[in-house]
């Protein structure tokens, strides 16, 4: 059995950028908060809680230590709220979202009603919406545009959606409202890693028999991911490390693809590559033995 690795995958450097912050942070003032998980990647955080950071829900949970901010942002609220207690605040949030952040303020400011294209339930969109002023909305691939928008609209993307997802998401957009809509800004907030990474899923989609898409399990990234394997054909699971992978899966394989998240860390993807050969090397046995 061959073994492929995709040729773009794993941690992206707004990742690791969050985590060398975090570890720096860590080291020099001892222990901190971080507002949510740093990366969906439960390897990741038991690392980092090693070295001192520890995950809390909200701030009420930080006391008075240091508070970090994950890459995937947060709310102006957030931000004001652990100043205004006096909290040190270590912003890791990824320049990427930054930049959407900025974007669905100043739109907001321009007077447009500021559409994202995401899960309203991420936490980078939860950010982003929190900056987009009152009237902005987040609308899921695949979920029905409202019947009612105003005249006035700014589209941006979650970084991590596909261009085509969001291609096809604005001629819906255009096909259904173009005749209410007086003025329109498309704002490209995609992330150039996330459109690599998918691109050469999809290039390893189309040379295997099976792709794992290795990642946490809320990670959505690695979750987009395995729909673009899927989307080109592919028999495709998304495991968060070897435990996850079952021999049958394999049977009949001779070429197994491995792909991960931006959020996943190299060892995650040697593990998995490992448990795949031991299973794999199960399996020619079985056959020879037969
Ligand atoms: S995937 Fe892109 S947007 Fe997300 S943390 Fe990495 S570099 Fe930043």
Same mark, same amino acid.
């Given at each position: 059995m061959e073994?492929?690795? +995709?040729?773009?995958?794993?941690?992206c450097w707004g &990742?690791?950028?969050?985590i060398?912050?975090?570890?720096?942070?860590?080291?020099?003032?001892?222990?901190?908060?971080?507002?949510?998980?740093?990366? *969906?990647? =439960?390897?990741?955080?038991?690392?980092?809680e090693?070295?001192?950071?520890?995950?809390?829900g909200?701030?009420s949970?930080?006391d008075s230590?240091?508070? +970090?901010?994950?890459? *995937?942002?947060v709310? =102006?609220?957030?931000?004001e709220?652990?100043?205004?207690?006096g909290?040190?605040?270590?912003?890791?949030?990824?320049p990427?979202?930054?930049?959407?952040q900025?974007w669905?303020?100043?739109? %907001?400011?321009?007077?447009?009603t500021?559409?994202i294209?995401?899960?309203?339930n991420h936490?980078?969109v939860?950010?982003?919406?929190?900056? %987009?002023g +009152?009237s +902005?909305i987040?609308?899921q691939?695949?979920? =029905?545009?409202? %019947?009612?928008?105003?005249?006035?609209?700014?589209v941006?993307?979650?970084?991590?959606?596909? =261009?085509?997802?969001?291609?096809?998401f604005?001629?819906?957009?255009?096909?259904? *409202? &173009?005749?209410k809509?007086?003025?329109l /800004?498309?704002?490209?907030?995609?992330c150039? &890693?996330?459109?690599?990474?998918?691109?050469?899923?999809?290039?390893l989609a189309?040379?295997?028999?099976l792709?794992?898409?290795?990642? #946490? $399990?809320?990670?959505?990234?690695?979750?987009?991911?395995l729909?673009?394997?899927k989307?080109e054909?592919?028999?495709?699971?998304?495991v968060?490390?070897?435990?996850?992978?079952?021999a049958?899966?394999?049977?009949?394989?001779?070429r197994? #693809?491995?792909?991960?998240?931006a959020?996943?860390?190299?060892?995650?993807?040697?593990?998995?590559? $490992? /448990?795949?050969?031991?299973? #794999?090397?199960?399996?020619?046995?079985a056959?020879?033995?037969?």
């Amino acid at each position: 059995m061959e073994i492929l690795l +995709a040729k773009d995958m794993g941690f992206c450097w707004g &990742v690791r950028r969050a985590i060398d912050i975090m570890e720096k942070a860590a080291d020099e003032k001892g222990e901190i908060i971080s507002l949510g998980p740093i990366v *969906h990647n =439960p390897q990741v955080v038991r690392e980092l809680e090693e070295r001192g950071v520890r995950t809390a829900g909200d701030l009420s949970d930080g006391d008075s230590l240091p508070v +970090a901010i994950t890459a *995937h942002g947060v709310g =102006p609220e957030v931000l004001e709220g652990a100043r205004s207690r006096g909290n040190e605040v270590i912003d890791t949030t990824c320049p990427i979202v930054t930049r959407s952040q900025r974007w669905a303020k100043k739109m %907001a400011e321009a007077g447009f009603t500021v559409v994202i294209f995401g899960d309203p339930n991420h936490r980078e969109v939860r950010g982003v919406l929190a900056w %987009a002023g +009152a009237s +902005a909305i987040a609308i899921q691939d695949g979920d =029905p545009l409202p %019947a009612k928008l105003p005249s006035r609209l700014a589209v941006i993307s979650q970084t991590t959606q596909s =261009p085509e997802r969001f291609a096809e998401f604005l001629s819906r957009l255009m096909r259904d *409202h &173009v005749a209410k809509i007086s003025e329109l /800004r498309v704002i490209n907030t995609l992330c150039d &890693v996330t459109s690599s990474q998918q691109a050469a899923a999809r290039e390893l989609a189309q040379e295997v028999d099976l792709v794992l898409v290795v990642g #946490g $399990r809320s990670s959505a990234n690695t979750r987009h991911l395995l729909d673009v394997c899927k989307e080109e054909g592919s028999v495709a699971y998304h495991v968060e490390g070897p435990d996850d992978l079952r021999a049958e899966w394999l049977k009949g394989c001779e070429r197994v #693809g491995v792909t991960a998240g931006a959020s996943t860390p190299d060892s995650a993807v040697e593990a998995v590559v $490992r /448990r795949v050969q031991r299973l #794999g090397a199960g399996l020619e046995g079985a056959a020879s033995r037969g």
